[in-house]
């Protein structure tokens, strides 16, 4: 070792989780239909963003950007083509949710219960508001507020809804 090198020490091993084939296409699908029907039939369920919610857990726990952007575009832009928003904006929103959210992953470990809640109510603030500063940029709607109320209860909401979820998908995990 030259007197120039800086030792770090090793790095901390991350694992990076693999599914068993069909896991994440029937996954976003199911997520897909339920947010397409839930809504219209359940006046409630206006709070619940599930393709968000299968968009972060795949992007944490796959942990490559590359894969956890691309996700969250493809999950964003069919739910575009499933409700009644302009094309692109939760297409927008997902893939930058997908993008941090793995890059977040890759750098710490996402596995405790109170660190996914956390991360699955911060998550839902930031896609609101990159939608709705989309949806303000873009289309110069002034409709859509960053933060309210019922933006605040849905965000506890998926987080607490997340405690349930993660664990159920963790299931489907390959073992090692």
């Known amino acids: 070792m030259q007197s120039t090198d800086i030792y770090i020490g ?20 199911v997520a897909l239909l339920l947010q397409a029907f839930f809504p219209v039939h359940f006046r409630w369920a206006s709070y619940i963003e599930l393709p968000l919610l ?11 950007p ?26 927008i929103a997902k893939t930058l949710v997908g993008f941090f959210g793995s890059s977040l992953g890759a750098r710490i ?11 699955a109510g911060i998550f ?3 896609h609101h508001a990159v939608f709705a500063l989309t949806s303000q940029v873009l289309l110069a709607q002034r409709n859509e507020p960053y933060m309210n109320g019922p933006i605040l209860v849905g965000s506890v909401v998926n987080a ?16 090692s």
Do not use: C, N
């Open 10 to 29: 090793p790095e901390p091993h991350i694992e990076v989780h693999k599914y068993y084939s069909g896991v994440v296409p029937v996954t976003v699908l």
């Open 54 to 64: 299968v968009t972060l857990y795949f992007a944490l726990s796959k942990r490559s």
């Open 66 to 91: 590359s894969s956890g952007l691309l996700l969250g575009m493809v999950v964003g832009l069919l739910q575009d083509s499933l409700s009644r928003t302009p094309l692109g904006l939760y297409g």
């Open 109 to 119: 470990d996402v596995e405790h219960p109170v660190f996914r809640f956390v991360l």
């Open 124 to 126: 839902y603030l930031f």
């Open 160 to 175: 607490t809804i997340a405690i349930g979820l993660f664990p159920l998908l963790d299931r489907f995990r390959k073992r």
